[in-house]
């Protein structure tokens, strides 16, 4: 009887196991479904801004040319005829021309400014997606770091009286990398996602509100043939019991409707499974959270 019931409890156990490894292969097969949705779709927007933009962009500088060739042409005529008829010094007060003569050159490197922060933003989309680079390629991580950077500026900035977060990049002189580009920019947005979760709560916290949040990304070269990237917040950090469930699906500390439980647990996939590396989190209450990642920097075998 009691060998019975072990036996049972055995299965059990095993069936419990299967069910949920089922369970997270769907949750993964769902989120790279969307993440590949995501990434034609991103791809696809940065494709059609690009070349508007390259357009407005391209002609800046000309127009620019222009302006100043045509405020010189009157520099030259109010020389040379200085005492203008009476409808023309009207014309001169009305539109107040020395004004004008020095705010449209101002305007037009304000558009260019603009011009360029668009265009990089979609260099940065476009690197994020990375469909051109679905297989195993080559690829420069310090880029793609730096466009999961900036499509996070939003939630970095400051707000109302509230400080924005700051991003501190200690980069190494990293080799090319070869990788699953598009799957570990989704791990940087994981972790970086997470991290600005932590340090908002925490700078809502009376006691908190003055201190400086931060995010340190740092990439170093081993002597393992590999690279390390760290990603380290000045949150409050995770308590031991937190911190060794963090890989484990479906486990968030987030209110329910904020997090599935599935963003760690899928990037420990990607690192591991995908690239053959390793993905660790160093934490303690009150003294910040650390992840480390190190991938092979050519990988011996794709899994």
Known sequence: MQERTYELNDK?????????ELKLTQAQLIQTEKMSSLGQMVAGVAHE???PVSFIYGNLNPASDYVKDLLKLIELYQQHYPEPADEIIEEIETIELEFLSE???KLLDSMKVGAERIRDIVLSLRNFSRLDEAQ???VNIDEG??????LL???LRKEGGRLGIEVIKNYSKLPLITCYASQLNQVFMNILTNAIDALLLARDCPESSHKQ???TISTEVTDRNSAIIRMADSGPGMSSEVLHK????????????SGTGLGLSISHSIVVSSHGGKLSCVSAPGEGTEFIIEIPIAPKQVL
Request: aromatic share 8%; hydrophobic share 35%.
């Open 145 to 150: 770091i730096d466009s999961t950077v900036m």
């Open 103 to 105: 705010d449209l050159q």
């Open 153 to 155: 500026q939003p939630r």
């Open 136 to 138: 195993m390629k080559s």
């Open 213 to 215: 949040p931060t995010i």
């Open 246 to 257: 963090i890989f484990d699906p479906f486990f968030t500390t987030k209110p329910v409707g």
């Open 12 to 20: 059990n156990e095993r069936l419990e196991q299967t069910l949920l």
């Open 49 to 51: 801004i690009n070349n």
